[in-house]
Nanobody, 124 residues
Framework: QVQLVESGGGMVQAGGSLRLSCAASGRSFSCYTMAWFRQAPGKEREIAAA????????YYTDSVKGRFTISRDNAKNTVYLQMNSLKPEDTALYYCATTTRSGWGTTKALYDYWGQGTQVTVSS
């Protein structure tokens, strides 16, 4: 079994920063795509960012480009999401996810292991 545990969420004012962490356990972490999804109240869960197993390929949804940075430390089995210049519209429950399938993808259906989520609230 794979376990993903997120941390680092909280409440900040607009313009502030947060750093989310996701610790993985249960299998070798180094060779699988990891991603951060988010779900705002009343909205579909959407991908915010993804990173390849090597860390050389990253993806960001348009609304977070230039503000969020995804990274990973395979030695620590951890993936991070640095969020800067936060906006009220970034308020959501943020989920870490991974896939047991090889290759790269950003669709929700690809990901078969999920964390429990960490709340990010940005006030105006």
């Amino acid at each position: 079994q794979v376990q993903l545990v997120e941390s680092g969420g909280g409440m900040v004012q607009a313009g502030g920063s947060l750093r989310l962490s996701c610790a993985a356990s249960g299998r070798s972490f180094s060779c699988y795509t990891m991603a951060w999804f988010r779900q705002a109240p009343g909205k579909e869960r959407e991908i915010a960012a993804a990173i390849s197993c090597s860390g050389q390929i990253t993806y960001y949804t348009d609304s977070v480009k230039g503000r969020f940075t995804i990274s990973r430390d395979n030695a620590k089995n951890t993936v991070y999401l640095q969020m800067n210049s936060l906006k009220p519209e970034d308020t959501a429950l943020y989920y870490c996810a991974t896939t047991t399938r090889s290759g790269w993808g950003t669709t929700k259906a690809l990901y078969d292991y999920w964390g429990q989520g960490t709340q990010v609230t940005v006030s105006s």
